[in-house]
C-alpha cells in the first residue's frame, strides 16, 4: 500500500486518534473555491490551480464581493465544508477520494487538496485561506488519511480479494444450480416416455386395446368423465402428465436449496457494498501525498 506522506521528519501527527475516530477537528478558514485539475497530484497542479482561483476571487473582491467563510471538519470519514451559522454541508470530501494535499510554506494562510467527485469523477482542487493554521490543516487531513486507512484494514479491507472469489465462487454455485435443474428435467422426461411406452405396447400374445371412436375431424369426442391420463392420443402415445403446484420449496438433490443472489445472508456482499469495498482499496492504494510549496510567487498572489 503506498501512503505517501511527504512532511519533515520532525514533524509529529497533531491530534490523539480518538479525536479523529470518534469526533471530528473543527477549523475556520475561508474559501477560495475550487477548480478542475487534469491530473491527482502535484505541485505544479495545484500551484496552477491556486493562482486560478486567486485571480478570480480578486476580480470578484474588486466588485464588492467578500471571500466566503466555512468551517472545516476532519475527522477519519472525511473532510466536511459547511457553512458556519447554519452547519449545512457544502461539501463532503471522502478521505480514499484525496490524493494530494498542499500548504504554502511561506504564507501560512493558503493550503489545498485534490479530490475525486464521486459523482463526476473529475478532479478537484479546493483552495483555502486560513488564518495561519495551513500545516496544521493539512497534518491533520493527513493524520486522518492514516487512521482510515488503519480502520479499513481491521474492518476487513485486506479481504477485498478474498471476497471477490467468494463472489465468482456463489456465481459458480448458481450455474450448478441451474445445471443440476435442467438434468433433473430431461430425467423426467425420459421417464415420462419409458412409462409411457411400457403402458402402451401390449404384451405378447394379448388383445390390442380398442382405440375410441372419432368425429368427421378424426377427434376423440370430449368426455368429462375420463380423465385425460387413461386416454391414449390418436397416434397411440399420451401427453405428459400435467406437473401438481406445490408451494413446497424446491430443493436439489443433497437437499439444499437453490442459490438466490438476490437474498444474501449476512456474510455475503452485495454487489454496491462490493463496488464500494473496491473503490476505497484504490483510494487508499494511490495514497495521499503532503507537501509543503511555495504558492505565492508574485505581489498579487501575498494577498487575499
Known amino acids: 500500500m503506498n501512503r505517501a506522506f511527504s512532511r519533515k521528519k520532525d514533524k509529529t501527527w497533531m491530534h490523539t486518534p480518538e479525536a479523529l475516530s470518534k469526533h471530528y477537528i473543527p477549523y475556520n478558514a475561508k474559501f477560495l473555491g475550487s477548480t478542475e485539475v ?52 457544502q461539501h463532503n470530501c471522502q478521505l480514499h477520494r484525496i490524493s494530494f494535499c498542499a500548504d504554502d510554506k511561506t504564507d501560512k494562510r493558503i493550503f489545498t487538496f485534490i479530490c475525486k ?19 496544521e490543516i493539512t497534518l491533520t487531513i493527513g493524520q486522518a488519511f492514516d487512521l482510515a486507512y488503519r480502520k479499513f484494514l481491521e474492518s476487513g479491507g485486506k479481504d477485498v480479494e478474498t471476497r471477490k472469489q467468494i463472489a465468482g465462487l456463489q456465481k459458480r454455485i448458481q450455474d450448478l444450480e441451474t445445471e443440476n435443474m435442467e438434468l433433473k428435467n430431461k430425467v423426467q422426461d425420459l421417464e415420462n416416455q419409458l412409462r409411457i411406452t411400457q403402458v402402451s ?21 370430449f368426455s368429462p368423465v375420463s380423465p385425460q391420463s387413461s386416454v391414449p392420443t390418436h397416434n397411440g402415445m ?31 456482499f452485495p454487489p454496491d457494498i462490493q463496488s464500494k469495498l473496491d473503490e476505497m482499496q484504490e483510494g487508499f492504494k494511490m495514497g495521499l501525498t503532503l507537501e509543503g510549496t511555495v504558492f505565492c510567487l508574485d505581489p498579487l498572489d501575498s494577498r487575499c
Open 201 to 221: 405396447t401390449p404384451p405378447a400374445g394379448g388383445v390390442t386395446p380398442k382405440l375410441p371412436s372419432t368425429d368427421i375431424f378424426d377427434m376423440i369426442p
Open 117 to 135: 467527485d464521486s459523482e463526476s469523477n473529475k478532479h478537484l482542487c479546493y483552495v483555502f485561506d486560513s488564518e495561519k493554521c495551513a500545516e
Open 238 to 268: 399420451q401427453p405428459p402428465p400435467v406437473p401438481s403446484r406445490s408451494n413446497e420449496i424446491k430443493r436439489d438433490l443433497f437437499g439444499a436449496e437453490p442459490f438466490d443472489p438476490f437474498n444474501c445472508g449476512a456474510g455475503d
Open 38 to 89: 487534469e491530473q491527482p497530484k502535484g505541485t505544479e497542479v495545484v500551484r496552477d490551480a491556486v493562482r486560478k482561483l486567486k485571480f478570480a476571487r480578486h476580480i470578484k473582491k474588486s466588485e464588492g464581493q467578500k471571500i466566503p467563510k466555512v468551517e472545516l471538519q476532519i475527522s477519519i470519514y472525511g473532510v466536511k465544508i459547511l457553512e458556519p451559522k447554519t452547519k449545512e454541508v
